[in-house]
């Protein structure tokens, strides 16, 4: 078995063979989104360096930025105190994490009773992905 193989064992996968993964800017501490990883698709980051992920709606690995460019550098894996969460600290080149143009996913804060927006959008996703997100 491979290092990332031996690796994995120590992950507390759950009954969907999955475990959710943080990406979080190297830098800045930012939290950029939310994935699910597979066994596979956590070797597959740790081989190539970059992050890769189990799409749950299409069931299939993905490359995060494949289709947009948008790229997540691995610079540093965690798992937490339970080994039931990972945490990826990433380079997002581009500057893009969410599918919807924004920097990150995490662009709504609740305030005052309602959900408000407090990042724009960096590029339309027609721009990125020549659809509507």
């Known amino acids: 078995m491979n290092a990332a193989g031996e690796l994995t064992r120590d992950i507390s996968w759950n009954d969907q063979g999955l475990v959710p993964a943080i990406a979080q800017d190297w830098q800045t501490g930012e939290v950029l989104m939310l994935a699910w ?6 070797e597959l980051t740790l081989s190539e360096g970059r992050a890769i992920y189990w799409s749950r709606s299409r069931q299939a690995l993905w490359r995060k930025g494949e289709e947009s460019g948008h790229v997540q550098q691995l610079k540093e ?57």
């Open 37 to 42: 990883m597979n066994r596979e698709a956590l």
């Open 77 to 133: 894996l965690r798992i937490d105190c339970d080994a039931d969460a990972v945490l990826i600290k990433v380079e997002q080149l581009g500057g893009i994490a969410c599918h919807t143009g924004r920097r990150s996913c995490f662009y709504r804060r609740y305030d005052q009773g309602a959900w408000q927006v407090t990042d724009e959008v960096v590029r339309s996703p027609e721009a990125i992905y020549g659809k509507s997100s």
